[in-house]
């Protein structure tokens, strides 16, 4: 039996926001497999840190300043990597997020409440400003990228992109219109651009990760005893495996998706990686 083993060497990944919690990992597990990794980030700082991560240990990565809401930070990013790597096989459009401006405080309604608490922010007191902050960065910030680096991907042999969506594009969570409104618009993109890029052969695809712990978030989310918070215990309740993921257990689908031996007839697909959460009505 052939030995079946991820490799792209040789390939270009690149990686937005690659100097997030995420990101890293994301672009350490590329250089693993062994390509050659661009990790592109906001701030240069971080993608440098990342990038020196990687050829410390032994892998091949350089750090790009990129800002992927702004087409000319992007150009100038794709000239950087052309120079270095002469053009790019896999874009994982990792940079995204949520922002409090976009973030109601209340989970439901209550007339009452609000007019208990004047400085309770409901839906109806959002700032269309934060709401546009976190749209755009989710969407425009994915699409933009596919924009810039996309046309010559389609020159590529095997050349992919992955979008990062998220498990509340497929049922909103509470407080966060503006972000489950983002990543469900990242989840239709992907399904609009595969089917755009399918006869020049870019396959195009997106991971919809779960609730995750990392060291950023872990306070959040567990008590000092280790115990879940009572939000926590919410969403362990509605995922049927009762626990968090781990980012490492992301790597499997950006892998797979980004080796064309594993996934050359899969395009247009939106995978969850979440505990089987997105399946679970809750009864
Ligand atoms: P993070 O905040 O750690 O990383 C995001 C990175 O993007 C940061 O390094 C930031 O500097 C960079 N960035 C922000 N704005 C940018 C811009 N305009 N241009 C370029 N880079 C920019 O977040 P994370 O938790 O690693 O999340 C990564 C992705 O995964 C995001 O799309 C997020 O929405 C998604 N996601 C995360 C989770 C989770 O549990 N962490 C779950 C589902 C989806």
């Excluded at 269309?128 to 042999?157: C, H, W, Y």
């Excluded at 060291?215 to 926590?232: C, F, I, M, P, W």
């Amino acid at each position: 039996m052939k030995e079946h083993k991820f490799d792209l060497s040789g390939k270009v990944a690149a990686v937005t926001g690659g100097g997030g919690v995420l990101g890293s990992y994301f672009c350490k597990a590329l250089a693993e497999a062994g390509a050659n990794v661009v990790v592109m980030d906001l701030q240069e700082e971080a993608a440098n840190k990342i990038a020196e991560e990687i050829v410390a240990d032994g892998g091949k990565a350089i750090g790009v300043a990129a800002n992927v809401l702004d087409v000319d930070s992007l150009k100038t990013a794709k000239a950087k990597i052309d120079d270095v790597y002469g053009g790019v096989d896999i874009l994982l459009n990792g940079a995204g997020g949520n922002n409090p401006k976009g973030t109601s405080d209340d989970e439901f309604y209550d007339k009452e409440a609000k007019k208990a608490n004047p400085e309770l922010k409901t839906f109806f007191d959002l700032d269309p400003k934060g709401i546009g902050f976190v749209m755009d960065l989710n969407f425009l910030g994915t699409l933009l990228p596919s924009q810039v680096f996309g046309k010559d991907m389609a020159e590529r042999k095997d050349a992919t992109i992955i979008n990062v969506s998220s498990m509340n594009a497929f049922t909103p969570l509470t407080k966060i219109p503006a972000y489950s409104g983002g990543k469900a618009a990242v989840s239709n993109f992907t399904e609009w651009l595969a089917t755009y890029m399918s006869k020049a052969g870019v396959r195009v695809n997106a991971i919809a990760p779960g609730f995750l712990v990392t060291k950023q978030n872990e306070k959040l989310l567990l008590n000092e005893d280790g115990s879940y918070t009572a939000r926590s215990q919410k969403i362990i309740n509605a995922t049927p495996m009762e626990r968090f993921g781990d980012p490492e257990e992301l790597i499997g689908a950006v892998l797979f998706l980004a080796d064309a031996q594993y996934s050359s007839f899969v395009s247009g697909v939106v995978l969850p990686i979440d505990g089987g959460f997105h399946a679970y009505s809750g009864v």
